[in-house]
């Protein structure tokens, strides 16, 4: 946009993800920075919900782009970087200031998709982005944080507060590395495992319903039952991350072989060694399944 007046020189026509309510819904606040653009420092962020909005300023002109609140800032400062420099070679000052119409340079959308589909999947720009040069600079030169109050101060006559929005995260979500061939025989003999454990659990509880019945109570019927259910907690680990990972995979542990313990009486030595190596076999899979570095897709 032109930073003087706000006029919309180009932008993307592609709106395909726009039939996400909340991104139409956060796409008012990129029109409020742009309004702010002669008045705020060359470089800005706006931080809400779910989204985040970058801005830079240079020669009249601002840039700005609106990510998921994860994408690495210093990715969304080069994506505007990157938009500025070619911007720059194809109009010059006098072309920006003669513009008298809305998206007089629409043709400058072409660009912004191709540019925009390359920091969608960042993991193809390592060979020309360095991520840690961009994060320092970040770190010597931050960005000016805007707030809500400074691009839209009242609604309804009400002063907004935003004290309740999250701060932005420095990252995205982190992924775990793909799972070895060997993990995913342990998922399968668990599954095994708990489907047994359900039957057994279950068959405890109807059998036990008859007084002549001399066999498990009802309470290794629950046994079983929460075996099963911490043995697939404990697959639910090893597939998919969590903060307290590693904390809950040894928690789940010494609540199976507790079971295996109450259980003694009903399993012969072979199906609790049996028992026993799946549930610390699992584990094992757990604590050394690390996150993965790879940078993922993301929607600029």
């Known amino acids: 946009i032109r930073s003087k007046d706000g006029l919309p020189l180009s932008a993307r026509t592609d709106f395909s993800d726009e039939v996400n309510r909340n991104i139409k819904d956060n796409k008012k606040y990129v029109k409020l920075v742009g309004t702010k653009a002669a008045q705020v420092p060359e470089k800005c962020v706006l931080q809400l919900k779910d989204y985040t909005i970058y801005m830079i300023t240079c ?78 600079e970040l770190k010597l030169r931050p960005p000016y944080q805007l707030s809500l109050t400074d691009v839209e101060p009242y609604i309804n006559g009400n002063k907004l507060m935003t004290n309740h929005l999250p701060q932005l995260g420095v990252g995205p979500p982190p992924k775990l590395e793909p799972m070895p061939s060997y993990s995913w025989v342990a998922v399968i003999f668990s599954v095994l495992l708990i489907l047994l454990g359900l039957y057994r659990g279950f068959m405890a ?41 590693i904390l809950e995979s040894w928690l789940c542990t010494l609540i199976l072989f507790l079971c295996i313990f109450f259980l003694w009486e009903l399993r012969d030595p072979s199906q609790h060694a049996v028992f026993a190596l799946s549930t610390v076999t699992t584990h094992l899979c757990i604590i050394t399944r690390k996150l993965q570095h790879k940078l993922p897709d993301y929607h600029v």
Do not use: C, W
């Not at 609140?69 to 072309?95: C, G, T, V, W």
């Not at 498990?216 to 697959?235: C, D, N």
């Open 59 to 136: 020669v009249g002109v601002s840039y700005l782009v609106m990510t998921e609140f994860h994408y690495p800032a210093a990715l969304a400062f080069s994506f505007l970087n990157d938009l500025m420099r070619e911007f720059i070679q194809l109009y010059d000052s006098n072309k920006v200031n003669t513009a008298r119409r809305p998206y007089q340079f629409i043709e400058f959308d072409s660009y912004i998709h191709k540019t925009r589909q390359a920091y969608n999947k960042p993991q193809n720009l390592a060979s020309r982005v360095n991520l840690s040069d961009l994060n320092t």
């Open 205 to 245: 509880l109807h059998k036990s319903s008859i007084e002549e019945y001399d066999g498990p109570s009802p309470i290794h019927g629950f046994i079983y039952l929460l075996e099963s259910l911490f043995r697939a907690f404990q697959v639910h680990l090893l597939l998919y991350n969590s903060k307290f990972r």
